[in-house]
């Protein structure tokens, strides 16, 4: 990194960010040249902040949950089902889901993702699982998701 100016001493500190972390959550501060959102993100998990330092360790350009999916609406229109996808990563017009939990208790994401496909079969969506945060966090050498 330390050939990007982003990086460098004489990088424009205009552009860090900083995370609002929810309760219990680390308060270590990073900092994120890459995030394309117009406010701060409030990551629910300590997991989406894993994800979103992998984003910008590789330099990926991303927004957090920027957009809300409707699924369901009742004969009245109201929403009874919506979907909001953590990452998008414009450049690759991805969204991204990522879950800490264990593989076997995934149904329900596979189940909205499933939906969101249906409905919205222009958009491309990809769920990130806890073994492929593991595997990142051995190669990298990072706190591995709980």
């Known amino acids: ?7 460098s001493d004489a990088a424009d500190y205009s552009r860090l960010l ?3 972390f929810p309760v219990g959550m680390s308060q270590e501060t990073p900092a994120f040249y890459y995030y394309r959102g117009s406010k701060p993100p409030r ?3 300590v997991t989406e902040l ?5 984003l910008d360790y590789y330099r990926i350009p991303w927004d957090y949950e920027p957009r809300t999916f409707i699924l369901e609406r009742d004969a009245n229109g ?11 990563l414009p450049e690759l017009d991805l969204y991204l889901e990522v879950t800490q939990m264990k593989q076997s208790l ?7 993702v499933r939906r969101l496909r249906e409905a919205y079969p222009e958009i491309n969506i990809k769920i990130f699982y806890k073994k492929d945060f593991i595997q990142l ?4 050498d990072i706190a591995p998701p709980e």
């Open 106 to 112: 995934v149904t329900a994401k596979h189940r909205k």
């Open 43 to 45: 990551f629910a998990t």
């Open 18 to 20: 900083l995370v609002a």
């Open 1 to 7: 990194m330390a050939t990007d100016p982003l990086y």
């Open 78 to 88: 109201c929403i009874l089902e919506a979907f909001t996808p953590d990452f998008y």
């Open 137 to 140: 966090a051995k190669k990298y």
């Open 50 to 54: 894993q994800a979103a330092r992998i």
